[in-house]
Nanobody, 114 residues
Framework: VQLQAFGGGLVPPGGSLRLSCAASGNIDSIKTMHWYRQAPGDQREWVALITDRGIADVASSVKGRVTISRGDAKGTMYLQMNSLKSEDTAVYYC?????????WGQGTLVTVSS
């Protein structure tokens, strides 16, 4: 499975951004798609997940500001982020898991700054 995440960029505090992740390859084995992020000097942290049945969950640190969703095409997902704060600045990674797979994509940088 290959993963491509995109949509990062520079956004002012209070702004919004939508990240996308597209999987290719053996996508039929994907059960859950995840977003993680890693801020400079910090450990990578889980942000949100969505299962192949559409069950979604987000971390308490972003709840109410972040929505995860699946795209119409299998193996795609989005992360809508609103009311962005400086502490949301990080490299955001997508990950897919299944009974026999666990893949990470390259990150996309989100910078929240005025």
């Amino acid at each position: 499975v290959q993963l491509q995440a995109f949509g990062g960029g520079l956004v002012p505090p209070g702004g919004s951004l939508r990240l996308s992740c597209a999987a290719s390859g053996n996508i039929d084995s994907i059960k859950t798609m995840h977003w993680y992020r890693q801020a400079p000097g910090d450990q990578r942290e889980w942000v949100a997940l969505i299962t192949d049945r559409g069950i979604a969950d987000v971390a308490s640190s972003v709840k109410g500001r972040v929505t995860i969703s699946r795209g119409d095409a299998k193996g795609t997902m989005y992360l809508q982020m609103n009311s962005l704060k400086s502490e949301d600045t990080a490299v955001y990674y997508c990950r897919v898991t299944g009974p026999t797979l666990n893949y990470w994509g390259q990150g996309t940088l989100v910078t929240v700054s005025s």
